[in-house]
T-cell receptor, first 116, second 117 residues
Framework: AQSVAQPEDQVNVAEGNPLTVKCTYSVSGNPYLFWYVQYPNRGLQFLLK??????LVKGSYGFEAEFNKSQTSFHLKKPSALVSDSALYFCAVRGAFTGGGNKLTFGTGTQLKVEL | GAVVSQHPSWVICKSGTSVKIECRSLDFQATTMFWYRQFPKQSLMLMAT?????????EQGVEKDKFLINHASLTLSTLTVTSAHPEDSSFYIC?????????????FGPGTRLTVT
């Protein structure tokens, strides 16, 4: 069974400082990895994905993530955090094999709080 | 592009009544739609996968007679919570996979907040 671990329930960072939100995964075969952001009482907004190719993936709003196969990790990063980045962040994984029934598995989420 | 809408965005209903939530893909056709449930400060839990024109596939532990899913067209799926109880209060999010897009792409709706009193 596939799974995602987000070890930190909350990450606090000062505005202007770099941020990292951690994610590790377990899946059979090659992974498809995703990061989503959720603001209060809203659905999920797509940030970025890793499918294949370069291990460093750049996404929306200045976010990036690095795929590390040996460590089975896909940490989300941003060089300079903004207060407006404060939100709930979800990492998700699915297997790369084809099939309409393949499902996304989400981590438990990490609340990011950026303070002035 | 790839916009998914949900209606209503929030609903309050009395215990014992039924409530229907609509999920629409506005600018694409979706063969497959997913329904998730999210409790406060928790992750999204997949409830069921619906394919247009066929019966939904429910995840283990989800009561199919309580959470009725209909995917009658390529742009609309509905979730009906029957005989709702306070424990059904939750945030329900749908997601759609495009018929024309890549198999791994899913687009999420804004969610529906259900409160059962």
């Amino acid at each position: 069974a596939q799974s995602v671990a987000q070890p930190e329930d909350q990450v606090n960072v000062a505005e202007g400082n770099p941020l990292t939100v951690k994610c590790t995964y377990s899946v059979s075969g090659n992974p498809y990895l995703f990061w989503y952001v959720q603001y209060p009482n809203r659905g999920l907004q797509f940030l970025l994905k890793y499918i294949t190719g370069d291990n460093l993936v750049k996404g929306s709003y200045g976010f990036e993530a690095e795929f590390n196969k040996s460590q089975t990790s896909f940490h989300l990063k941003k060089p300079s955090a903004l207060v407006s980045d404060s939100a709930l962040y979800f990492c998700a994984v699915r297997g790369a094999f084809t099939g309409g029934g393949n499902k996304l598995t989400f981590g438990t989420g990490t609340q990011l709080k950026v303070e002035l | 592009g790839a916009v998914v809408s949900q209606h209503p965005s929030w609903v309050i209903c009395k215990s014992g009544t039924s409530v229907k939530i609509e999920c629409r893909s506005l600018d694409f056709q979706a063969t497959t739609m997913f329904w998730y449930r999210q409790f406060p400060k928790q992750s999204l839990m997949l409830m069921a996968t619906s394919n247009e024109g066929s019966k939904a596939t429910y995840e283990q532990g989800v009561e199919k007679d309580k959470f009725l899913i209909n995917h009658a067209s390529l742009t609309l799926s509905t979730l009906t919570v029957t005989s709702a109880h306070p424990e059904d209060s939750s945030f329900y999010i749908c997601s759609a996979r495009s018929t024309a897009g890549l198999a791994y792409e899913q687009y999420f709706g804004p969610g529906t907040r259900l409160t059962v009193t």
